[in-house]
């Protein structure tokens, strides 16, 4: 449907908010949002996998989780990567961009409080 002309200021401001707000339920698809999620997940496991220094003698440490975690990581790495790749392909460059600089812009401490409306 083509925007109709609005001569009335207020009325514009308004429409502008509301395409706005539509926009980004066309953007936050699911796709979208596991490409951001799993994107997270592996920039974590990296970090991990950089962090961990060890001789060898910690792989029979038992009690150490860290490497256990790392080497679960690591077995998954190419699949996960995979994955991401297929998401991106599927969602789009453009799309997960503008996801990105949204999810970026409104710092929340919970899903909850980013699920609440924006106050005026």
């Known amino acids: 449907m083509k925007r109709p002309k609005i001569t009335d200021g207020k ?3 308004y429409v ?12 936050g698809s699911i796709e979208a949002e596991s490409y951001l999620s799993l994107k997270n997940f592996i920039s974590q496991g ?5 962090k961990i220094k ?6 029979g440490d038992k009690d150490d ?4 975690r790392g080497l679960k990581f690591a077995d998954k790495m190419l699949d ?8 991106f392909e599927k969602v789009g460059g453009e799309k997960i961009k503008e996801l990105e600089s949204r999810t ?3 710092k929340v401490a919970s ?3 980013a699920a609440m409306p924006d106050r005026k």
């Open 54 to 59: 060890f001789d060898g003698s910690e792989l």
């Open 80 to 87: 996960h990567n995979s994955a991401l790749r297929d998401l």
């Open 46 to 50: 990296n970090a991990l996998l950089a």
């Open 65 to 68: 989780k860290q490497i256990e």
């Open 111 to 113: 899903s909850y409080e």
């Open 11 to 13: 009325v514009s401001k």
């Open 16 to 27: 502008d908010y509301l395409e706005d707000k539509l926009k980004g339920f066309e953007i």
């Open 104 to 106: 970026y812009e409104k």
